[in-house]
């Protein structure tokens, strides 16, 4: 293993640096781009690829989940490498569907220092806080 890590330092290093700065340029972009609303129950999601074609609906949805799933390893990653890893991770959940993921994502949400980040990063982009919903609400 340390033979490995040996050959493919300047791989790693690489790795960790375009992780870093995408980490600094996407995640914020996301965090602004998400609706305030995300995490309240009445919220409906997906209503505007209900009215694509079938094929252009499957593909967005494959290329949406593939996304979620390369920035959660990102963020997981990032969590040893240099990096906005939790961040990260909920982004990536964001983008992901599977069983329980509203649950995991308002546990990661409902962290104080995670919300403060999310809305600092929402206010630099003149967004609105994230609402909540009441139960969640520390």
Same mark, same amino acid.
């Given at each position: 293993m340390l033979d490995w890590l040996a050959e493919n330092q300047a791989w790693l290093w690489t790795a960790s640096v375009v992780m870093f700065v995408g980490g600094l340029l996407l995640v914020p972009w996301l965090v602004i781009r998400m609706p305030a609303d995300?995490?309240?129950p009445e919220r409906?999601?997906? +209503?505007?690829?209900?009215?694509?074609?079938? %094929?252009?609906r499957s593909?967005?949805?494959?290329l949406k989940n593939a996304l979620g799933v390369a920035l959660t390893l990102a963020g997981i990653a990032m969590l040893v490498l240099p990096g906005q +890893?939790?961040?990260?991770?909920?982004?990536? %959940?964001s983008l992901v569907?599977?069983?329980g993921k509203r649950r995991l994502e308002m546990h990661i949400v409902q962290r104080p220092t995670i919300r403060k980040a999310l809305d600092w990063i929402r206010a630099k982009g003149n967004r609105p806080p994230l609402q909540l919903p009441p139960a969640a609400q520390h």
């Amino acid at each position: 293993m340390l033979d490995w890590l040996a050959e493919n330092q300047a791989w790693l290093w690489t790795a960790s640096v375009v992780m870093f700065v995408g980490g600094l340029l996407l995640v914020p972009w996301l965090v602004i781009r998400m609706p305030a609303d995300y995490f309240m129950p009445e919220r409906r999601s997906g +209503g505007t690829w209900r009215t694509r074609h079938p %094929l252009v609906r499957s593909l967005l949805h494959v290329l949406k989940n593939a996304l979620g799933v390369a920035l959660t390893l990102a963020g997981i990653a990032m969590l040893v490498l240099p990096g906005q +890893g939790i961040l990260t991770i909920l982004i990536g %959940l964001s983008l992901v569907e599977f069983p329980g993921k509203r649950r995991l994502e308002m546990h990661i949400v409902q962290r104080p220092t995670i919300r403060k980040a999310l809305d600092w990063i929402r206010a630099k982009g003149n967004r609105p806080p994230l609402q909540l919903p009441p139960a969640a609400q520390h």
